[in-house]
């Protein structure tokens, strides 16, 4: 059973930033594409960055480009997600997801096979 446990959320104020990382359980988590999601309250899941498998090829939505980077250490099983000059708007519950297969990365919520509980971020004003 594959197991992604996030961490790194927290409160932070406006323009701070904050690192969040999810370890990965398994021995094939090289072979894994990675995404963050994040769900704000009374909104949708939305996707919010993507990496391959090698870690090659990045991805993220327009609203978090130039402030976030995904990352990740296939050594250390996890995948980080480096949060700068935060929002208000940022505030959300953080989601890391794993995909089993693919060359690529990928950015719909149904292209992931396992997820983890999430971790909370709130960016005061």
């Known amino acids: 059973q594959v197991q992604l446990v996030e961490s790194g959320g927290g409160l932070v104020q406006a323009g701070g930033s904050l690192r969040l990382s999810c370890a990965v359980s398994g021995r094939t988590f090289s072979s894994y594409a990675m995404g963050w999601f994040r769900q704000a309250p009374g909104k949708e899941r939305e996707f919010v960055a993507a990496i391959s498998w090698s870690g090659g090829s990045t991805y993220y939505a327009d609203s978090v480009k130039g402030r976030f980077t995904i990352s990740r250490d296939n050594a250390k099983n996890t995948v980080y997600l480096q949060m700068n000059s935060l929002k208000p708007e940022d505030t959300a519950v953080y989601y890391c997801?794993?995909?089993?297969?693919?060359?690529?990365?990928?950015?719909?919520?149904?292209?992931?096979?396992?997820w983890g509980q999430g971790t909370k971020v709130t960016v005061s004003s």
């Open positions: 997801a794993a995909r089993r297969s693919g060359s690529r990365y990928y950015t719909r919520i149904m292209e992931y096979d396992y």
